[in-house]
């Protein structure tokens, strides 16, 4: 489980918007933005059609979420980079370790903690 706070990922620098795809399976589950400084996340409607129950963190299926900080669902996602493993892979592939976006796109696509997927789209 990620070891920083959520606080902690809420920095990225403010031009830079980024789209992931949460899926689960072949279903587009939603899309999670991130625009102005500002995350977004909003149920798919192939997902709102389903019997499938919302995330804890979205209980709402027609609401679009907006948030300074990234939620806890998407954060737990990036493991701690005070892992030795982690920290080479961050220094070999020049990724700044205070920039959400940039470890959400390498690290997010898989986690242990739910059957998600998370790809980014751009």
Known sequence: MCQKSISAFSHA?????????????GLLVGTLTRQNSLWHFEYADDFRQ?????????????????????????????PSTRRPEVQEIIFREHIK??????????????????????????
């Open 50 to 78: 389903t019997d499938f129950r919302p995330l804890v963190e979205f209980p709402e299926l027609a609401k679009n979420y907006h948030s300074t900080v990234l939620w806890q669902f998407f954060a737990m996602r990036i």
């Open 13 to 25: 620098p403010p031009e830079l918007d980024a789209k992931f795809l949460l899926r689960y399976g």
């Open 97 to 122: 370790t205070d920039d959400v976006v940039e470890l959400l796109k390498r690290f997010g696509g898989r986690t242990i903690a739910n059957p998600f997927t998370l790809t980014f789209a751009q």
